[in-house]
């Protein structure tokens, strides 16, 4: 009994908790971004030929134009996943590394004296916060990193960890500028603290700084950060993408360059989640907070500017919470005689008394993770079945499941029969929602655009959504495009996919295309020309 005591912890069963759900919720969701496809058959490219990737493979109407991989070595982890049983083990992959993140993040409250059960309330608060951005792609790792970076940021604040472990921030941006871009945030998250706890000094206010060599010795790491960023096998040309995507203005096409929406329930719940942080902000006063609570203010803002900060503020946020709550009036109440929602005394950790690593907190979840694990290895299919209106599945080989409401799956086997009988690189005209599903499944066609709009540029997308939206016709638009500097032969292309009912879908139906398929989803089309027929023979 004493043993299954060990093994069991609140945090064990919040971890289990998070896993299930997010292998439940996260089977098709997960699976919603274009982006989780190209991602991972660009770090197939580089994996298979041992060379990085500096122009475009994937288009006809950008081939051979320069693009860089900037999250090269993300890219690779994907792909390296994806070998072990495709979309599964990414599934499984990403479910794992964000319920470790959110029980790591329960840790945090539960060791500053917080009942497991208010906790647990808190971090589905967090998880709602943060869904929206649940995708499969190395912009995980930024959510991953930065409350890796931000808690360093508490616990020397608090005087738990000394000046030597922020030293770890160095290797950290080394990784983190190679996996994701969102180094720049990190960064920035940095910088603010350095500045606050100097001004904290100068004023006289509390500090984590001892004196002046401590601010002189924290601004040298920033440097060396900011140099970490350099250190990539793209040189500059790495941080220009960034500042190419960070510019980008397209919230009508990228949904998460779009403002915060009060009235959608991602909205809703991360407008509520910011209320929570700032009602028990507001408990610190009238004492005064320290800086690390206050750097969250920054990222509630950035999210509410652009949704993709959106997870970035919730576990700010949440390591912030964990942090100030002691300090707070709230604590004080719900610590009051005859209630245990607060304890002040501080709770067992997986650390011993005597500084030694005690592995039985572990033992269940990493259990439950290698089950799953083998069962991709060997294939073991997954069983499903009907709870109500949902359809679950138990863990194994075909759990993850393209909606097929979103993605074209239904016309997978005519794309890929087409595909067979014309030689590789056959152009393909496709919407942009379709462009990494085409590149991930159907490598032999050529897309006509995809989702990395540091490759189109914000003139050529913004005149492309103008079609889409029909704004402007789109056979004028297709001769423009054939003007441009990158130009293309429309006459060329053969296939065309499109989502059903669009205005690119009206465009090639009243064509005279022929439809080859058509769902509820999408229309598969085929050009109706007798050139087409001579032109492939002559090839």
Not at 134 to 146: D, G, N, Q
Request: charge should be positive.
């Amino acid at each position: 009994m004493a043993f299954l005591k060990k093994l069991w912890r609140p945090e064990v069963g919040i971890f289990l908790i998070i896993w299930l759900m997010l292998m439940i919720g996260g089977r098709s969701r997960f699976f919603r971004d274009p982006g989780t496809f190209w991602h991972t058959v660009v770090g197939r490219q580089m994996l298979s030929s041992h060379h990085l990737i500096y122009q475009d493979h994937f288009t006809f109407t950008f081939a051979g134009e320069k693009w860089v991989a900037h999250q090269w070595l993300g890219e690779c982890a994907m792909a390296l996943v994806d070998k072990i049983d495709g979309l599964d083990s990414l599934l499984l992959a990403t479910v794992t590394i964000l319920a470790a993140l959110y029980t790591w993040l329960a840790h945090r409250l539960i060791r500053e004296g917080l009942h497991w059960a208010l906790a647990s309330v808190v971090l589905m608060l967090t998880i709602a916060a943060s869904s929206s951005h649940f995708h499969v792609r190395p912009h995980i790792a930024t959510i991953v990193f930065l409350a890796i970076m931000y808690g360093l940021f508490c616990d020397f604040e608090r005087g738990r960890i000394g000046f030597r472990a922020l030293l770890w921030l160095i290797p950290l941006s080394i990784v983190w500028t190679n996996v994701h871009g969102g180094i720049l945030g990190g960064l920035a998250t940095l910088i603010l603290a350095w500045a606050g706890w100097s001004l904290y000094r100068v004023i006289g206010w509390e500090s984590p700084f001892t004196g002046f060599r401590q601010i002189v010795s924290l601004a040298l790491v920033i440097v060396a950060c900011g140099i970490a960023i350099l250190i990539n096998p793209y040189g500059l040309d790495l941080p220009r993408a960034w500042q190419i995507i960070m510019k980008a203005d397209l919230p009508g096409l990228i949904i998460e360059h779009a403002p915060l929406d009060p009235r959608s329930p991602g909205g809703l719940m991360i407008l509520s989640f910011g209320a929570v942080y700032v009602f028990v902000l507001a408990g610190v006063f009238p004492g005064r907070p320290r800086v690390t609570w206050l750097l969250p203010l920054v990222w509630f803002y950035l999210a509410c500017t652009r949704i993709r900060h959106a997870p970035l503020f919730a576990v700010t946020a949440t390591v912030a919470l964990a942090d100030m709550l002691p300090a707070t009036r709230w604590a004080r109440w719900l610590a009051r005689p005859g209630s245990d929602l607060f304890v002040y005394s501080a709770k067992e950790s997986s650390i011993g008394p005597d500084g030694s690593f005690r592995p039985t907190p572990y033992l269940l979840p990493c259990a439950a993770v290698l089950v799953a694990f083998f069962l991709l290895v060997y294939r073991v299919p997954a069983w499903t079945f009907q709870l109500g209106p949902v359809e679950l599945a138990t863990p194994g080989h075909g759990r993850a499941k393209l909606d097929p409401d979103y993605w074209p799956v239904d016309l997978l086997p005519d794309l890929k029969k087409f595909q067979k009988a014309r030689p590789d690189g056959t152009p393909i005209f496709n919407e942009y929602l379709f462009g990494g599903f085409l590149i991930y499944f159907t490598p032999g066609y050529r897309v006509f655009v995809d989702d990395r709009c540091e490759l189109f540029g914000d003139r050529w997308l913004k005149e492309y959504v103008q079609v889409e939206r029909g704004t402007q016709d789109a056979r004028l638009a297709f001769k423009q495009w054939e003007d441009m500097h990158h130009p293309f032969d429309f006459a060329l292309i053969d296939f065309a996919l499109t989502r059903t009912g669009s205005t690119f879908d009206d465009y090639f139906r009243t064509s005279g295309w022929i439809v080859i398929k058509k769902t509820d989803t999408a229309t598969f089309y085929k050009r109706n020309d007798f050139d087409t027929l001579a032109r492939n023979d002559g090839r």
